[in-house]
């Protein structure tokens, strides 16, 4: 098992926001996202208008972005997604709010932020990500191994 | 990990029940999340307590499907379901889905009236406020300055904290309607000293001294510091309710603005030093007349038909002031026929309205005063809508977008003046 291929590109440590252990495939974004009015709860798709994520859906992925922003609703829109089966498997972002604090605790998704390497520089879309929460680690594939 | 009283702790061991036990779960679990060291107590909560959609309440239907069903395990997000008593603190609904008499008007189907009405009587049972606006400091709860509170809806919160100095972070549903039985939120954000203080400075260099000039500033301001603290100074004049529940719920949309100093006009803000906590710093953003234009064009970017088929006024809730004005200018016309207006407000607040008789000299004219809602909330605009004018940034910033339709941004007597021509004949005074 021990191949080139396992060696992670990076190791990222930060402080657990919601415990867990999970990978998956990362879709990173350098902009803020809005809950109520930004995303569709029903698809996990991004609708805010001039979104770099508009139409794109982050079901089942790695979360890895800026913060939340917006209404109050965003914890709700975000729980409603799980209901869906259309919640992110796990988020990395770096401006902690009550908003994305709330929003991580009601989907149960292992969540990590304050991390000693900037996740929107080190982590690509397409990458394989593992996100322990209880650690409050991240480690980081160009491809899954 | 968050350190508990020994009344917490209680609480947590279930010594109040259930319901109030499991809430309690919660709230340790977002302190722990937010990385808070305390909780504050709070007894004035705002939220929307256990109000869902039918497919909410289809979700669980092992659970019951019902109100009781979606307040245990998706308000308190717990596992299992058990008996939610009357709330322990004050507390209020804020806006809700329809208008509970033109419900019809909006589009609501009978299906959805009905679960409307048995959600509100679920929530008037469990002792909360049915105050259904955005704008609970117009209807029955003002905080007053250094009350913590537990609030949603992003307006009401720069509101309350920039104008009136209470303390509250922009709070979620789930964490409003555990914080309405434990009376307990996470001492983290704007319950502290040290985070309310100014990070970017505004400087203000042309007039702003109408609701319409404050609601563009608002929108410049948001876009410019996103979701940090402003310092605002210069030539922003005549500060009246209106105009600052405007300019809050503008810069709380283009950014995530929760709270802003105004030096010599909000609470906490009597000089810059004040303001800052020390010597200003960070950013200095200038709002000039080249700063305005841009603006203007940004919130008209989505109009382009100057044929208006709907005017909504109303966002945030208007006050009895702004429905005496409407009325004022309505007065003796007729809303064109190929046009509709509906202005939106709380029921305290239509209550005063009916008494003037301002809801007669709407209707008369062809137009409707709605309460509880509004079209972005509620989704509902007149049939076949493709173009509308609004008074509000922060309604042309959403409901262009979730509609699907083309926006224009006006003042009052434009937009109204649009219900009464058809036609969008706004432009930058």
């Known amino acids: 098992m ?44 991004i609708i805010e208008s001039r979104h ?36 992110p498997l796990a988020m990395v972002f770096n401006i902690m709010t009550t908003k994305a604090a709330l929003g991580a ?33 991240v480690t980081v594939w160009d491809k899954k191994p | 990990m968050v350190s508990l009283t020994d009344a917490e702790q209680a609480m947590l061991e279930g010594e109040s029940g259930t319901a109030t036990q499991r809430a309690m779960e919660l709230l340790v679990r977002y302190a722990d999340a937010l990385g808070a060291e305390r909780f504050v107590e709070t007894n004035n909560v705002a ?55 033109l419900w019809g008007e909006q589009g609501m189907t009978e299906a959805a009236h009905d679960n409307f009405v048995s959600d509100e009587a679920q929530v008037a049972a469990h002792g909360i406020q049915i105050l259904k606006t955005c704008t609970p400091y117009l209807a029955g709860n003002v905080p007053v300055m250094g009350e913590h509170c537990a609030w949603m809806e992003s307006s009401a919160v720069v509101f309350a904290n920039s104008v009136i100095g209470a303390r509250t972070n922009c709070e979620g549903r789930e964490s409003t ?25 505004v400087d203000v260099q042309v007039p702003v001294d109408s609701i319409y000039e404050w609601g563009m500033l608002g929108y410049f301001v948001g876009d410019a510091v996103q ?48 303001a800052f906590g020390g010597a200003p710093k960070g950013e200095r953003f200038i709002y000039d007349a080249a700063a305005r234009k841009r603006i203007y064009d940004s919130l008209n970017s989505v109009g382009s038909s100057d044929d208006v088929d709907y ?44 008494a003037n008789g301002y809801t007669d000299i709407l209707r008369k004219a062809g137009a409707f005063l709605m309460t509880d809602t509004c079209s972005a909330i509620s989704q509902a605009v007149p ?23 083309e926006g224009w941004y006006g003042t009052t007597a434009e937009c109204i003046d649009a219900a009464c021509t058809g036609k969008w004949k706004g432009k930058l005074a």
């Open chain 2, 311 to 354: 005017v909504m006024l109303g966002c945030p809730h208007y006050s009895i002031e702004q429905i005496a004005q409407a009325a004022a200018l309505l007065d003796g016309r007729k809303v064109h026929t190929n046009s509709a207006l509906w202005v939106f407000t709380s029921r305290a607040v239509k209550a005063t309205a009916d």
């Open chain 1, 105 to 137: 605790v009601v989907m149960r998704v292992p969540t990590v932020t304050e991390l000693d390497q900037d996740p929107l520089s080190v982590i690509k879309t397409g990458d394989w990500v593992r996100v322990d929460g209880d650690a409050g680690t």
């Open chain 2, 47 to 101: 939220g929307v307590p256990g109000s869902a959609p039918q497919w909410v309440k289809d979700y669980y239907a092992e659970d019951g499907g019902d109100y009781r069903a979606v307040f245990c395990r998706f308000d308190l997000d717990a596992d299992d379901v058990f008996d939610v008593p009357r709330m322990n603190a004050f507390s209020c609904h804020l806006q809700g889905g329809m208008d509970p008499q």
């Open chain 2, 177 to 201: 309607s555990a914080a309405m039985l434990a009376k307990r939120i996470p001492d983290w954000g704007f319950h502290r000293d040290e985070f309310r203080k100014g990070h970017h400075s």
């Open chain 2, 383 to 405: 049939k076949g809508t493709k173009v509308v004018a609004v008074d509000s940034a922060k309604q042309v910033h959403y409901l262009p977008a979730m509609m699907g339709i």
């Open chain 2, 227 to 274: 979701d940090t603290i402003p310092v605002i100074s210069g030539k922003i004049s005549d500060p009246s309710l209106i105009r600052h529940k405007h300019f809050g719920a503008a810069a709380a949309s283009s950014g995530g603005v929760e709270m802003y100093h105004m030096v010599g006009i909000t609470p906490e803000a009597p000089n810059i030093e004040h």
């Open chain 1, 52 to 87: 770099e994520l508009k139409g794109q859906s982050f079901a089942n992925k790695i979360l890895v972005f800026p913060g939340a922003k917006g209404s109050s609703g965003w914890s709700g829109m975000f729980h409603m997604a799980k209901l869906r089966d259309k919640a």
């Open chain 1, 2 to 45: 021990s191949t080139v291929l396992d060696k992670p590109k990076a190791v990222l440590h930060g402080r657990k926001v919601v415990g867990g252990v999970i990978e998956g495939e990362a879709m990173v974004t350098n902009e803020t996202i809005s809950g109520w009015g930004g995303i569709n709860p029903t698809t996990g798709t």
